[in-house]
T-cell receptor, first 114, second 111 residues
Framework: GAGVSQSPSNKVTEKGKDVELRCDPI?????LYWYRQSLGQGLEFLIY????????KSGLPSDRFSAERTGGSVSTLTIQRTQQEDSAVYLC????????????FGSGTRLTVV | TQLLEQSPQFLSIQEGENLTVYCNSS?????LQWYRQEPGEGPVLLVT?????EVKKLKRLTFQFGDARKDSSLHITAAQPGDTGLYLC???????????FGAGTRLFVKA
C-alpha cells in the first residue's frame, strides 16, 4: 500500500480482556517496528522484526505482550489480560531495510482500557 | 542504556520568532533523525543526518549533527503556526537495528 495502515484506529476494552492490534507495512519494507506512546510522551520501543530473522523482543514490558509477523508482511500485536496502564497509542512503523533510512509510521491505534 | 534528552520540553512562541531545539546523549549514534508529529497522527520523518558535523537545511528548518555524533539541534527560522507540533529526535544505534526516541519538544506557534 501507499502507507503504513493500522487497525483499529481506536479500541476501548474492559480490563482483563485480550486485544489484537494490526499493522500493514509498506509493501517491500523488510523492517517493522512497534512503539508505544503514552499521553504527551515520547516513543517506547516494543519489538522489531527484520526479514526472516528472530524478532528483537527486548522492549516488550511483560509476558502479556506478544507480536507476530506473518509472511514478512502483516504484523499483529496482542495484549492479553489488559490492564489500565496499557492504555496508550500503539504505533507501527516500517522501513526498507533498517532504521538508518528512517521510518514511515502509521497513524496508530489508541487503546483505552476501562 | 541509551538515552536521548530533548530540550526544551515545551515552547510557546509568536509567529516570526526563531527557535532552537536540542537533542543530547552520552551515546554515539550511527545516524540521527528528526520527526514531527501532529495530534492523532504518527510521526513524520523530516530529516536524517549521518555524518558528524553535518548540516542539512529544509526550507526554514536547519538540522545539525554534532561532531561526535552524540547530539543534534533543530533550528527554525521565522516560525509559522503551521510549525506547531511535537518534534521528536531519534538516534539509531551503531548496529542500525534499534532507534531510541527522545521524549519530544512540544512547539506552539501563536499567530
Amino acid at each position: 500500500g501507499a502507507g503504513v495502515s493500522q487497525s483499529p484506529s481506536n479500541k476501548v476494552t474492559e480490563k482483563g480482556k485480550d486485544v489484537e492490534l494490526r499493522c500493514d507495512p509498506i509493501s517491500g519494507h523488510t523492517a517493522l517496528y512497534w512503539y508505544r506512546q503514552s499521553l504527551g510522551q515520547g516513543l517506547e520501543f516494543l519489538i522489531y522484526f527484520q526479514g526472516n530473522s528472530a524478532p528483537d523482543k527486548s522492549g516488550l514490558p511483560s509476558d502479556r505482550f506478544s507480536a507476530e509477523r506473518t509472511g514478512g508482511s502483516v504484523s499483529t500485536l496482542t495484549i492479553q489480560r489488559t490492564q489500565q496502564e496499557d492504555s496508550a497509542v500503539y504505533l507501527c512503523a516500517s522501513s526498507p531495510l533498517w532504521g538508518n533510512y528512517g521510518y514511515t509510521f502509521g497513524s496508530g491505534t489508541r487503546l483505552t482500557v476501562v | 542504556t541509551q538515552l536521548l534528552e530533548q530540550s526544551p520540553q515545551f515552547l510557546s512562541i509568536q509567529e516570526g520568532e526563531n527557535l532552537t531545539v536540542y537533542c543530547n546523549s552520552s551515546s554515539v549514534f550511527s545516524s540521527l533523525q528528526w520527526y514531527r508529529q501532529e495530534p492523532g497522527e504518527g510521526p513524520v520523518l523530516l530529516v536524517t543526518v549521518v555524518t558528524g558535523g553535518e548540516v542539512k537545511k529544509l526550507k526554514r528548518l536547519t538540522f545539525q549533527f554534532g561532531d561526535a555524533r552524540k547530539d543534534s539541534s533543530l533550528h527554525i527560522t521565522a516560525a509559522q503556526p503551521g510549525d506547531t507540533g511535537l518534534y521528536l529526535c531519534a538516534g539509531v544505534n551503531t548496529g542500525g537495528f534499534k532507534t531510541i526516541f527522545g521524549a519530544g519538544t512540544r512547539l506552539f506557534v501563536k499567530a
